[in-house]
T-cell receptor, first 114, second 115 residues
Framework: DQQVKQNSPSLSVQEGRISILNCDYT??????FLWYKKYPAEGPTFLIS?????DKNEDGRFTVFLNKSAKHLSLHIVPSQPGDSAVYFC?????????????FGKGTKLTVNP | DADVTQTPRNRITKTGKRIMLECSQT?????MYWYRQDPGLGLRLIYY???????NKGEISDGYSVSRQAQAKFSLSLESAIPNQTALYFC??????????????FGPGTRLLVL
């Protein structure tokens, strides 16, 4: 059973516009969420995170929103740049539930067109 | 210099061969992880270690074994490689103790092809 779902395998956006990547989860014990970015031939790199006590966290062009009632989070990139083209993984962990390991989604490939 | 290194970066082997993938880190982190990535399947946890004396199975540990030689080194072995172990393998580290929210830092990956 997939606990972290990224239902869109790919997303294409025009440079300068907003990119919105979505992630849904099923485990209500998850209390920490992260987004990773992965370029080809490189390992995933940490992008931004959010704790379940917050509903928004912003870092420059990147903002993560968390809707706990819907078990949904999203990553907004504004404005999108061609260098943002990568695969984005959503991940979650559950400290309270004793499962401190990260659970990853399958990823969404973002392409930002010049 | 990279904080998390993996060797080899690419490897081709034959079915039935034993192969070891190595991971080293200079971040001083206690926690280390091995993942595999397959197309369309995301990152799946193979094994993890919270310190040198602590080894735990992940969701797909069958066919794999690990060794935590030191805080900085965590090796993944395929005792008898099979074609469906062809994948991209990542090592990761984190430094937070139990009860804290962790961020993991990944190595560059090892691309393994089993013929």
């Amino acid at each position: 059973d997939q606990q972290v779902k990224q239902n869109s395998p790919s997303l294409s956006v025009q440079e300068g516009r907003i990119s919105i990547l979505n992630c849904d989860y099923t485990n209500s014990m998850f209390d920490y969420f992260l987004w990773y970015k992965k370029y080809p031939a490189e390992g995933p790199t940490f992008l931004i995170s959010i704790s379940s006590i917050k509903d928004k966290n912003e870092d420059g062009r990147f903002t993560v929103f968390l809707n706990k009632s819907a078990k949904h989070l999203s990553l907004h990139i504004v404005p999108s740049q061609p260098g943002d083209s990568a695969v984005y993984f959503c991940a979650a962990s559950a400290i309270q539930g004793g499962s401190e390991k990260l659970v990853f989604g399958k990823g969404t490939k973002l392409t930002v067109n010049p | 210099d990279a904080d998390v290194t993996q060797t080899p970066r690419n490897r081709i082997t034959k079915t039935g061969k034993r192969i070891m993938l190595e991971c080293s880190q200079t971040k001083g982190h206690d926690r280390m992880y091995w993942y595999r990535q397959d197309p369309g399947l995301g990152l799946r946890l193979i094994y993890y270690s919270f310190d040198v004396k602590d080894i735990n199975k992940g969701e797909i540990s069958d066919g794999y074994s690990v060794s935590r030689q030191a805080q900085a080194k965590f090796s993944l072995s395929l005792e008898s490689a099979i074609p469906n172990q062809t994948a991209l393998y990542f090592c990761a580290t984190s430094d937070l103790g139990r009860g804290y929210q962790e961020t993991q830092y990944f190595g560059p990956g090892t691309r393994l092809l089993v013929l």
